[in-house]
C-alpha cells in the first residue's frame, strides 16, 4: 500500500516524530540565538542588527526550502491567488513574530525565553475560539489556560537569587508567541487550499526580506564580521526553521489544531535543558515551578475528555 503525505503524517507515529522533530528544532533556537549573538558581538540595544540577523535566516531558510523543491522537480513559480495568504502568514508568522522574538531574546535568557514560549500554545487556543465555531474553549481548556498562566506569573513575580525576571523583553517573547499562535492557525486554514512547501517557503521569503530590508536600513547590508563558528550558528538557524516549519504546518494541515497543539509544551521543556546545557545557565527551583506549570497547563488544554462509560450511557438514555 502507498504511503501517501496525509497517511504519514496522520498516523500516531507520524505525529509524534514530526511534532516532536518540531518543536525540538524550535527549543534548540532559544539557546542557539544567545550563542550567536555573543559570537556577533549584537548587543540589547542593536534593535537593527538583531532584526537583520533574523531576515538573513529566515530569507536563507526560505532559498533552502526553495532549492529542495527543485532537486524535487516541483514548481517554484508563483500559484495564481495565493499572494494573500501567504503575505497574511509572512507577517505574522515571520515579520511580527520575529521582530519581537530577536529583541526579546537579547534581553533574556534562553531559559526564560523557553518557558514563555509554552504560551505560544494558549494563544492559539484563544484564537482558534474566536476563528473556528467547532474549536470553542470549554471549561477544561480554561483550566488550563490559568494553570499554564500561571508559569508566565511565576517568572514574572521572581527574582533576586533566581536570576529570573520580567521585563520590556520578556513582554516583546509574549507578543512574539502570540503572532507565532496566530501565525500557526493562519497557516492551518491556508493549507487547505496551499502547497505547505509552496506556503511555507514564500512566506519566510516575503517575511525574511522585509526583515533584512528594516535592519539594512539601520545598521548597514552586513555589519557582522562572520567567523566559521558564526556563519555555522547561521546556517543550524535556517535549517531549523525550514525544516522545523514545514514540519508543524504539515502537521497542523491534517489534523485538528487542539490535537496538535498539546506538543507545544516540547518547546519550552526542550529549550530550557538545551540552554542549560549549552549556556550553562542554572535551573533554579523557580525555573521548575514555571516550567511544569506551564506545561501542566498545556497537557490540561489539550487532553481529551474521557468518553462516557456504557452504564452512564444507558443510564441517560433510560433518563
Given at each position: 500500500m502507498k504511503?501517501?503525505?496525509?497517511?504519514?503524517?496522520?498516523?500516531?507515529?507520524?505525529?509524534?516524530?514530526?511534532?516532536?522533530?518540531?518543536?525540538?528544532?524550535?527549543?534548540?533556537?532559544f539557546p542557539m540565538i544567545k550563542m550567536s549573538y555573543a559570537e556577533l558581538d549584537?548587543?540589547?540595544?542593536?534593535?537593527?542588527?538583531?532584526?537583520?540577523?533574523?531576515?538573513?535566516?529566515f530569507t536563507l531558510a526560505a532559498l533552502l526550502?526553495?532549492?529542495?523543491?527543485?532537486?524535487?522537480?516541483r514548481s517554484t513559480g508563483y500559484q495564481k491567488g495565493s499572494w494573500r495568504g501567504v503575505a497574511k502568514i509572512g507577517l505574522t508568522q515571520t515579520l511580527l513574530q520575529y521582530?519581537?522574538?530577536?529583541?526579546?531574546?537579547?534581553?533574556?535568557?534562553g531559559v526564560q525565553g523557553s518557558i514563555l514560549a509554552g504560551t505560544t500554545s494558549f494563544f492559539q487556543i484563544l484564537i482558534a475560539h474566536w476563528m473556528y465555531a467547532d474549536d470553542r474553549i470549554t471549561p477544561r481548556k480554561l483550566s488550563g489556560l490559568i494553570v499554564g498562566f500561571a508559569g508566565v506569573v511565576v517568572v514574572g513575580l521572581s527574582g533576586g537569587a533566581t536570576g529570573v525576571?520580567?521585563?520590556?523583553?520578556?513582554?516583546c517573547l509574549l507578543a512574539a508567541m502570540f503572532f507565532g499562535g496566530l501565525g500557526n492557525v493562519l497557516s492551518k486554514k491556508e493549507s487547505g487550499r496551499l502547497?505547505?512547501?509552496?506556503?511555507?517557503?514564500?512566506?519566510?521569503?516575503?517575511?525574511?526580506?522585509?526583515?533584512?530590508?528594516?535592519?539594512?536600513?539601520?545598521?548597514?547590508?552586513?555589519?557582522?564580521a562572520f567567523t566559521w563558528s558564526a556563519a555555522g550558528m547561521l546556517l543550524y538557524l535556517a535549517v531549523l526553521s525550514a525544516l522545523g516549519f514545514v514540519l508543524w504546518n504539515t502537521v497542523m494541515k491534517y489534523n485538528q489544531v487542539g490535537s496538535i497543539s498539546m506538543y507545544l509544551f516540547l518547546i519550552p521543556v526542550f529549550g530550557v535543558f538545551l540552554s542549560a546545557l549549552l549556556l550553562s545557565e542554572p535551573l533554579h527551583a523557580t525555573v521548575w515551578l514555571a516550567l511544569g506549570l506551564v506545561a501542566g497547563g498545556i497537557v490540561i488544554v489539550n487532553r481529551k475528555p474521557a468518553a462516557p462509560s456504557t452504564a452512564h450511557a444507558g443510564a441517560r438514555l433510560k433518563a
Open positions: 504511503l501517501t503525505t496525509e497517511k504519514l503524517f496522520t498516523h500516531p507515529l507520524g505525529i509524534l516524530a514530526a511534532a516532536t522533530g518540531a518543536t525540538f528544532l524550535w527549543g534548540s533556537a549584537i548587543g540589547k540595544g542593536q534593535v537593527y542588527e538583531q532584526i537583520l540577523f533574523a531576515g538573513i535566516r526550502i526553495l532549492a529542495f523543491m527543485k532537486l524535487m522537480g521582530v519581537f522574538f530577536y529583541y526579546g531574546m537579547s534581553g533574556s535568557t525576571h520580567f521585563g520590556v523583553a520578556e513582554i502547497d505547505i512547501l509552496y506556503m511555507t517557503s514564500y512566506q519566510m521569503l516575503l517575511g525574511g526580506v522585509v526583515l533584512t530590508a528594516i535592519g539594512a536600513a539601520g545598521a548597514g547590508l552586513m555589519p557582522f
